[in-house]
């Protein structure tokens, strides 16, 4: 959707009035941005918008997620800050459930600075002037932003690792806070076929057996299902990720 932008220095704070309108999440350069322009080492881009929570996420803790933004980036919601990413190709979050007002718009503003190919940073093939084989820099918001509502015990990420030697993948899940001391169950299956279940602690390696597998290959591209889910008791799923 339509945000207001502003470039301004690299050191220079929130600015008073924005320059205009920008599509995202179309980096500033492209013109699907309705912008077009470059941004550099030596300035910062602003963004704004307000948002109101809907009715379906004014339960449990609100998650603010960014799909990727190129390259630091920090987010103010209603005036304060809630956190910063370095990174241009990974996903974030922030939990903003505790500076969201209680009622009416709230408002979000994201400055990002991107060193481009003045940085050390992974950049790819981006440079402040493109030719031959050498891309346009991207610059900003160039994934999607969105809204989620989680419960206050969560399962914020999964490390799943295969090893084929022995016949077995370790899941790890990295939960909030809020579940510590709760079990995860993790179950792998082949189609209908229950081929391992171990539950363990959160935020623990959980090693999965599982007998004749069957490997993945270009001629026989086969993938199992994996499911995690976070108890709060033997009964009670408080979460889950298929």
């Given amino acids: ?95 903003i459930t505790d500076v969201l007002q209680d009622a009416g718009p709230q408002e979000i503003v994201v400055s990002v600075w991107d060193p481009v190919d003045a940085g050390t940073q992974p950049r790819g093939k981006q440079v402040k002037k493109p030719r031959g084989i050498w891309y346009t820099s991207v610059t900003g918001i160039w994934q999607t932003v969105w809204l989620e509502s989680v419960p206050a015990a ?22 909030s806070d809020a ?21 363990g602690k959160a935020g623990k390696p959980i090693v999965i057996p599982i007998k004749d597998t069957k490997l993945w290959s270009p001629d026989s591209p086969f993938l199992y299902d994996l499911k995690v889910a976070l108890k709060c008791s033997e009964s009670k799923k408080v979460d889950a990720v298929d």
Avoid: Q
């Fill in 1 to 95: 959707g339509l945000w207001d932008y502003a470039i301004t220095l690299k050191d220079a704070s929130k600015p008073a009035e924005f320059d205009g309108r920008i599509m995202v999440p179309f980096p500033i350069e492209s013109a699907l941005s309705g912008v077009m322009k470059s941004v550099g080492e030596d300035k910062k881009l602003w963004y704004r918008r307000e948002f109101t929570i809907p009715e379906p996420l004014t339960y449990g803790r609100i998650m603010l997620n960014f799909g990727a933004v190129d390259w630091k980036t920090t987010v103010w919601v209603n005036g304060t800050k809630v956190g910063e990413h370095k990174g241009g190709y990974d996903s974030f979050s922030f939990d």
């Fill in 154 to 175: 969560y399962i914020k990420s999964l490390k799943i690792v295969p090893d084929i030697d022995v016949g077995t993948v370790t899941v790890t899940a990295t939960c």
């Fill in 179 to 199: 579940a510590a001391g709760f079990t995860v169950e993790a179950e792998v299956k082949d189609g209908w076929w229950l081929k391992g279940k171990v539950t």
